[in-house]
């Protein structure tokens, strides 16, 4: 990417290693004090106009080009993700509403997201409806002037600390159940609101049921038009599923294996050693699949099938290098010799249970296939 990048990504591991203690393994924990972290870290980089690089100066940006968010993704994502839960506001709800949002809402929104200073959730999966999440049952009914909204959300990271929600409502019915879809920009403090988490082996707030019992919105909660919301959706999960570099975690803890084992290296049986390097050549090929979909978003080209194809690829090398990880960190002895170790081996058990989740988060792996083959076939 250039001597740019590489100085921006120089700076990112200096404030990583300055403001984020070294055995940070994310911010949802049982652990408070790692939320705390991640809170103070947004504001750390949100004052340097690191939070939200790419976005325009007069919403908190730094006017920077896609790279450099790209560069900030990959270092954050590498290191555990010390932003927390901010890469949903930053990578998608803030770029939808630069595109969708009226000026009220851009004036509300953006600035908090870019100061780091608000969380939001996405109300999009239902019991019902998860793959196929045009058969959502959620609805919104004119009421006067505004909305009310009744129905069921499940799997919603993050909504027991989210200010926010963006949420997909049916509002009518049509021809396709494409139509007729709306998005609502819904407080999550409102009455109306009610959240029960799950627990799950990830930790806290990552999967949560949301209930919305006569919710009342208004007009001015609306983003887009009434009734197109599922193109802005689209949008949205293109950039959703570019937004998190998973290729930099893995990267990250291959290329600590060999430095953690020492002279132990030499004993790793040679078929390990073979897929461990194979699975560096596929964080090579999914960062590379990543940047074709951020230059495609740069120049309004964005395209289901390319974002598929590399949702593919990256959510398998996230399983496959977590397997290998796991055989590797069982090269070293039972009882870790050095700090070091004992990072590598929780930070490998704790890739192995996000990866678990990631053929099926954004979108499982069989309705990226499933858009990837209509891309290629030129299927509707």
Not at 93 to 113: D, E, F, K, N, S
Not at 287 to 311: F, I, S, T
Request: charged share 25%; proline share 4%; net charge neutral.
């Amino acid at each position: 990417m250039g001597e740019a990048a590489d100085a921006l990504r120089d700076d990112l591991r200096r404030l990583v290693s300055q403001h984020v203690p070294a055995d940070f393994l994310g911010a949802f924990t049982d652990d408070p004090a790692d939320l705390a972290v991640a809170r103070r870290f947004c504001g750390v980089l949100a004052e340097r106009g690191l939070l939200c690089a790419a976005w325009p100066r007069e919403f908190g940006g730094r006017g920077g080009s896609v790279w450099e968010q790209t560069v900030v993704r990959e270092e954050m994502w590498a290191h555990h993700e010390p932003r927390g839960a901010q890469y949903m506001g930053v990578n998608w709800v803030g770029p939808a509403l630069m595109r969708h949002g009226t000026p009220r809402q851009q004036r509300t929104h953006l600035p908090p997201i870019a100061r780091g200073e608000v969380i939001w959730c996405q109300g999009f999966s239902e019991p019902e409806a998860g793959s196929d999440l045009a058969s959502l049952r959620t609805t919104a009914r004119r009421d006067g002037d505004g909305w009310l909204i009744s129905g069921q959300k499940i799997w919603t990271s993050y909504a027991t600390m989210a200010q926010w929600c963006f949420l997909l409502a049916r509002t009518a019915t049509g021809a396709r159940k494409q139509h007729g879809l709306t998005i609502f920009l819904v407080p999550m403090s409102a009455p109306g609101v009610q959240v029960r988490p799950i627990r799950a082996m990830m930790g806290p707030h990552h999967l949560n049921e949301v209930f919305f019992d006569e919710l009342r919105v208004t007009e001015t909660d609306v983003l887009g038009t009434v009734g197109e919301g599922w193109a802005v959706v689209q949008e949205v999960l293109a950039f959703e599923r570019v937004g998190i570099a998973r290729y930099a975690r893995c990267e990250r803890l291959l290329r600590a294996a060999p430095e953690v084992l020492g002279d132990r290296w030499a004993e790793v049986p040679a078929e390990l050693r073979g897929r461990w390097a194979r699975m560096l050549v596929h964080c090579r090929r999914a960062r590379l699949l990543a940047y074709r979909v951020v230059a495609m978003q740069n120049e309004d080209r964005v395209a289901p099938g390319d974002a598929a194809a590399y949702r593919i690829a990256v959510t398998r090398l996230d399983q496959d290098s977590a397997e290998v990880l796991t055989e590797l960190a069982d090269q070293l002895d039972t009882a870790p010799d050095t700090q070091r170790e004992n990072w590598f081996r929780r930070a490998v058990a704790d890739h192995w249970r996000y990866s678990q989740a990631a053929t099926v988060a954004s979108g499982s792996i069989e309705m990226q296939r499933l858009l990837l083959s209509r891309a290629v076939l030129g299927a509707s």
